[in-house]
T-cell receptor, first 112, second 110 residues
């Protein structure tokens, strides 16, 4: 059974550009969350989606947006990229309730 | 949402038990404690979780104090491949967001 898959694995963008990151959850998981991990720090929560609705948002600017599709896959969009957006972006999926979340291997975004 | 505190780093000899502590004094009665680890910027890997009772699986054991204000993750026979950053997390009561903190960097030495 495939785990959480994220694409692309690596990405280089220029300041001011837009980026879209993609996540496919584990089959049967309806909840998807996004995290940003800056080098040397723990992951920080960005968004949570469940049944295609936003259920939580972290302390990130409106340049960050996301959506979840009917097949429960998800996209994270970041507009007007800044150098500080360079990070590992992680996606996690889970069943609802108090069950473990499984993380993908992340997308390494570098903004130059 | 419970905040957790962990020591920034710990050393452990290969083959010995690694005991990683975590304080979560503000945890509420129905909030689980989860442990994850992250090896060299890979995605975090789920290890174990628990509510009140001690838990054990093929990877580790989780000991939660009776007052639930702290817990200890035990890796019974640490190997070099267990070198990683270990995160103790208490997700929000009403959502599934994880607050990772800085974690504990476990160095397993030969």
């Amino acid at each position: 059974d495939a785990g959480v898959t994220q694409s692309p694995t690596h990405l280089i963008k220029t300041r001011g550009q837009h980026v879209t990151l993609r996540c496919s959850p584990i089959s049967g998981h309806k909840s998807v969350s996004w995290y940003q991990q800056v080098l040397g720090q723990g992951p920080q929560f960005i968004f949570q989606y469940y049944e295609k609705e936003e259920r939580g948002r972290g302390n990130f600017p409106d340049r960050f947006s996301a959506r979840q599709f009917p097949n429960y896959s998800s996209e994270l969009n970041v507009n007007a990229l800044l150098l500080g957006d360079s990070a590992l972006y992680l996606c996690a999926s889970s069943f609802p309730g108090n069950t473990e979340a499984f993380f993908g291997q992340g997308t390494r975004l570098t903004v130059v | 949402d419970a905040k957790t505190t962990q020591p920034p780093s710990m050393d452990c000899a290969e083959g010995r038990a690694a005991n990683l502590p975590c304080n979560h004094s503000t945890i509420s009665g129905n909030e689980y404690v989860y442990w994850y680890r992250q090896i060299h910027s890979q995605g975090p890997q789920y290890i174990i979780h628990g509510l009140k009772n001690n838990e054990t699986n093929e990877m580790a054991s989780l000991i939660i104090t009776e007052d639930r204000k702290s817990s200890t993750l035990i890796l019974p026979h640490a190997t070099l491949r267990d070198t990683a950053v270990y995160y103790c997390i208490a997700p929000g009561r009403f959502d599934r967001r994880f607050y990772f903190g800085s974690g504990t960097k476990l160095n397993v030495k030969p």
